[in-house]
């Protein structure tokens, strides 16, 4: 049990990072994502790389490949609605929780700003995260295990989304 969690924690960070890394080459998020069409991408490209690396879980554990390519294709699958589901609603607690900000108001220097877009993001990423998660434990057809990626989803992405703009501000040179 604890090697598959711990192999779900190790293949849904790589997956979720890969993922990320995708839609940040393959998305332009210069103007933000003003664009519904946007979103959606950055659902099907996070969601598919995540549900694949989680539905691989179970092959890898076992040492089935039978098991490993049916859960890499059932958790893509997955992964992409749930990637839909989960960038649609993550965008929407975003924009609620920023108050309808704009992406330049957002960036805007300040402790409370910065707090702000931190917590819209966690929470945005939260979602983003947790729906294809969900692949996990589809590609077993178990709803237990369903659940636990869905939680799993929820705090990866809801980590992830709070250290995002501190590496981010770590990483990017201050402007003066």
Not at 2 to 7: K, M, N, Q, V
Not at 42 to 67: H, P
Not at 70 to 97: D, E, H, P, Q, R
Not at 132 to 155: D, F, Q, V, Y
């Amino acid at each position: 049990m604890r090697s598959r969690i711990f192999l779900g924690t190790l293949f849904g960070a790589v997956g979720g990072f890969i993922g990320f890394l995708l839609q940040e080459v393959l998305i332009s998020h210069h103007d933000g994502l003003t664009r519904p069409i946007d979103v959606m991408w950055i659902g099907i490209y996070f969601g598919a790389l995540l549900g694949m690396a989680l539905g691989s879980v179970e092959g890898v554990a076992t040492g089935s490949n039978s098991r490993l390519f049916k859960g890499a294709v059932l958790g893509t699958c997955i992964g992409v609605i749930g990637g839909l589901f989960g960038a649609y609603f993550g965008s929407i607690v975003f924009t609620i929780l920023s108050f309808g900000k704009t992406q330049e108001e957002m960036q805007q220097p300040g402790l409370l700003n910065f707090i702000q877009t931190v917590i819209a993001r966690s929470m945005g990423w939260a979602l983003l995260g947790a729906f294809p998660g969900l692949a996990a434990g589809a590609a077993t057809l178990s709803p237990k295990r369903a659940l636990h990626g869905l939680a799993g989803g929820l705090i990866g992405g809801f980590l992830g989304g709070l250290v995002f703009d501190l590496i981010g501000n770590l990483l990017t040179p201050t402007l003066a």
